[in-house]
Structures are given as C-alpha cells and as structure tokens.
C-alpha cells in the first residue's frame, strides 16, 4: 500500500472489518470491530509490532519473552504488555498465519500463539487499569472467548484488501 494518512487506512480497516464480521461472520459487535480495525492500523509501522522491550531496551520479538516480560511487571504494565502479547498474536495469527513457522525462534516452537493470546487477553482484562477503560476490559474478555474467530474474520479482512490492491483506499472505504 502506497503512504497514506492514518485516518485514510483507519477508515479503509473499519469499512472492510465491519463489512467482513458483520456481513460475512454475522458479528455484530461495533466496540469489537473498532478495535480490530485500531489494531490493523496500529500494525502497519513495525515499532507498534515491536514495541515491547526488554530491560537493554532491544525490541522483544518472541512471545515466550513477552511472556516472561509481563511476569516482571505489576499493574497497568503488566497488562500492557498482556494486551500486546494478545495484539501481537491476534495480528500473526490471522492477518500472516503462513508466516508463524518461519518466526518461531526454538524458544517459541512450543508456544500456541492462539492459546497464549486468549490466556493474555484474558489476564489484561483483569488487572485494573489507571485510566477509565472499563470498556476496553470487556473488549479484552470478549477477544479473549473470540481469539479464534477473531483470526478467522483478520483473514478475511487480507484477503478482501489483496482482492483491492490497487485500488486508492481514499475511495475504497466509502463503498465497502
């Protein structure tokens, strides 16, 4: 995709998810959708992708890492790192599935992205935040019990943009 303003491929994201979960998945879920179409927009720059770091302050690549990551921190930072871990494999799982066997490192080969996503979803939808998030809590619990069909519909959503490549997003989103 050529370079376009966020607001552009925020808007070119909303219209195929919501098009692609309420339509073809049935998922009428507005809260849920707005924040597949965040997380699409957000994964495009690679620092968002790897912005997890560990204490020298090298991006985390791994989600095993993560994992231990998160264990060393409390409160919003721990859920911080469990709602990217969530992100993280909601994101490769359904948006680049081909793409998990050549990323797994041999300290991830073990690691279910799909069962780790659901459990870090769930762990961040516990922990209390600082900020009013109330919302995002139940996002969280609802990506938690929908990982799966979450990645289902993330596929989806690619393969409607690669049936678009080429076509100028600006116009794309009025007509999905």
Same mark, same amino acid.
């Given at each position: 995709m050529a370079s376009y303003h966020p607001s552009v491929l925020r808007r070119y994201f909303a219209g195929i998810a919501e098009n692609t979960f309420q339509t073809q998945?049935?998922?009428a879920d507005p809260p849920l959708i707005d924040y597949?179409?965040?997380?699409?927009?957000?994964? $495009? *720059? %690679?620092e968002a992708i790897f912005r $997890? *770091? %560990?204490?020298?302050?090298r991006p985390i690549r791994e989600v095993g890492e993560m994992l231990v990551e998160a264990q060393a921190r409390v409160g919003t930072a721990k859920r911080d790192v469990h709602r990217h871990i969530g992100d993280y494999t909601l994101f490769w799982t359904g948006v680049y599935p081909e793409a998990l066997q050549r990323m797994k490192s041999s300290r991830d080969q073990l690691v279910d992205y799909g069962a780790e996503g659901k459990r870090s979803y769930w762990i961040a939808s516990t922990i209390?935040?600082?900020t009013p998030e109330a919302a995002a809590s139940e996002i969280l619990e609802?990506?938690?019990r929908q990982f799966d069909l979450c990645a289902y519909g993330l596929r989806e959503v690619r393969r409607v943009w690669e049936e678009r490549?080429?076509?100028?997003p600006e116009q794309t989103f009025l007509i999905c």
């Open positions: 998945l049935g998922v597949i179409a965040d997380l699409l927009t957000r994964f $495009i *720059r %690679s $997890i *770091r %560990s204490l020298a302050g209390e935040s600082e609802r990506l938690s490549e080429g076509e100028d």
